[in-house]
């Protein structure tokens, strides 16, 4: 009996994918099921980057899904563990639903547990293992779906997670030492913040009753100090509530595209950090392409899921125009040395891998030696930062402690001349 006879729709499937001459598809299908969707999809030669059951109407009429499974966020640290506890046991010759089953009820992550259940229950139903990490796209990055998908096209699954845990494991490693770099410095601007409103509420009204008491006029360094310390206890409560609006603010504008193409050319122009970000970029540039390319992702798929991963909008958009140029055939290398935001060593280094045919090769070195960059100039300014912070706080207190005895100073002189 068909659906039309038992009054069942048949089920419509909503993909993203890439064609095999490079163009971004997405739409809905209507399928038996998600594997004969998965293989109409592939007949048709696209490149299956998310595939999930539609969702129709609003309302009562929704999707329902395991809590988790739509959104939420897994930190690298855990996910670089799943892939290597992945690639171990499939390396091994157990099962991937088996190996699935073991490392999602070993996660430390309740959120990863609970998405490692439905990909579970997907996988016993058929589905591939990378369409069901497409339907957690907040959960599980592109590089990782990209690179599952084309392990287990080319039969070296475990390989390519291995791949995937290294990936994660850098980024981990580099997340890390920005944070320790930054740590000290954000620390002492805390205490520094804490202690001026400390002084301005409860210390400066106890020398401004002790100044007016004499009736002298305060220096004018003094005044202002006095008039912030009136404002203070109204100005703090709207302080506090307008950051708590920028935070939410920013959580939910900070990742949207016009956003981040006006802000992030912006981020590479500080001085100093301007030139740390524009090193973390091309890091994950190189690292995320080299682990793409190494394990066989098409060429165009993988310059339109390194750019995203990049973290910065300027070399997204500079791969966009990239992709173009490797359409009408010409070299990589040359494309990305007509944008200013990739350096002249990349280039080169990449200009001798597609010489010699070695371009995987080439690009893995060429992520070491950016993350060695990145290493070596975190260590520089946490080293210089440390001391720039120390002078910042003793100076924020020289002022107050200036402000707050010259007054003194000018009512022992008249003292002194009676």
């Known amino acids: 009996m068909s659906a039309a006879t038992n009054g069942t729709a048949t089920p419509s499937f909503d993909y993203v994918g890439t064609t095999n001459g490079g163009k971004k598809v997405k739409g809905t299908l209507e399928a038996a099921s998600m594997n004969s969707a998965q293989?109409?999809?592939?007949?048709?030669?696209?490149?299956?980057?998310?595939?999930?059951?539609?969702?129709?109407?609003?309302g009562l009429s929704?999707?329902?899904?395991?809590?988790?499974?739509?959104?939420?966020?897994?930190?690298?640290?855990?996910?670089?563990?799943?892939?290597?506890?992945?690639?171990?046991?499939?390396g091994a010759g157990v099962s991937l639903l088996r190996a699935?089953?073991?490392?999602?009820?070993?996660?430390?992550?309740?959120?990863?547990q609970e998405t490692m259940r439905d990909v579970q229950t997907q996988v016993e139903q058929g589905s591939a293992f990378s369409v069901a990490l497409s339907r957690h796209p907040k959960i599980f990055p592109p590089i990782m779906i990209s690179m599952v998908e084309a392990g287990e096209l080319g039969g070296f699954l475990d390989k390519a997670l291995v791949a995937v845990?290294?990936?994660?494991?850098?980024?981990?490693?580099?997340?890390?030492?920005?944070?320790?770099?930054?740590?000290?410095?954000?620390?002492?601007?805390?205490?520094?913040?804490?202690?001026v409103i400390f002084m301005l509420i409860f210390i400066v009204p106890?020398?401004?009753?002790?100044?007016?008491?004499?009736?002298?006029?305060?220096?004018?360094?003094?005044?202002?100090?006095?008039n912030i310390s009136h404002a203070m206890p109204f100005a703090s409560p709207v302080l506090v509530v307008g950051g708590v609006v920028f935070a939410m603010w920013w959580r939910s504008n900070h990742n949207k595209a016009e956003f981040r193409a006006r802000v992030d050319?912006?981020?590479?122009?500080?001085?100093?950090?301007?030139?740390?970000?524009?090193?973390?970029?091309?890091?994950r540039f190189a690292r995320n392409f080299a682990t793409m390319v190494t394990a066989g992702v098409p060429m165009m798929q993988s310059l339109e899921i390194v750019g995203k991963t990049s973290g910065n909008m300027v070399v997204e958009q500079a791969l966009n125009r990239t992709q173009e140029?490797?359409?009408?055939?010409?070299?990589?290398?040359?494309?990305?040395?007509?944008?200013?935001?990739?350096?002249?060593?990349?280039v080169q280094m990449l200009a001798v891998g597609e010489d010699s045919g070695a371009v995987d090769t080439m690009l893995n070195k060429i992520a070491d030696f950016y993350d060695d960059e990145v290493e070596s100039m975190t260590k520089q300014l946490s080293a210089m930062m440390e001391p720039m912070t120390i002078v910042f706080l003793a100076g924020i207190v020289g002022f107050m402690i200036v402000a707050l005895y010259?007054?003194?100073?000018?009512?022992?002189?008249?003292?002194?001349g009676n």
Request: with cysteine; proline share 5%.
């Open 39 to 58: 293989a109409k999809l592939t007949a048709d030669g696209v490149w299956i980057t998310e595939l999930h059951e539609h969702v129709q109407g609003t």
């Open 206 to 226: 106890v020398f401004e009753n002790i100044f007016s008491s004499v009736g002298s006029q305060l220096p004018a360094i003094t005044q202002l100090l006095v």
């Open 100 to 112: 699935i089953t073991v490392v999602g009820q070993q996660s430390n992550s309740k959120l990863l």
């Open 406 to 416: 010259m007054p003194m100073f000018t009512m022992y002189g008249a003292i002194s």
């Open 325 to 346: 140029g490797i359409r009408r055939g010409q070299p990589l290398s040359t494309l990305l040395a007509a944008e200013p935001i990739f350096p002249d060593m990349l």
């Open 62 to 90: 929704m999707e329902i899904r395991l809590p988790g499974s739509g959104g939420g966020h897994v930190k690298n640290k855990d996910l670089a563990m799943m892939n290597r506890q992945l690639a171990t046991m499939v």
């Open 265 to 283: 050319p912006i981020k590479l122009k500080i001085p100093v950090f301007g030139r740390l970000l524009h090193l973390i970029a091309i890091s």
């Open 165 to 195: 845990a290294d990936n994660f494991e850098k980024a981990v490693k580099l997340r890390g030492q920005i944070k320790s770099a930054m740590t000290y410095p954000v620390v002492v601007l805390c205490i520094a913040v804490v202690a």
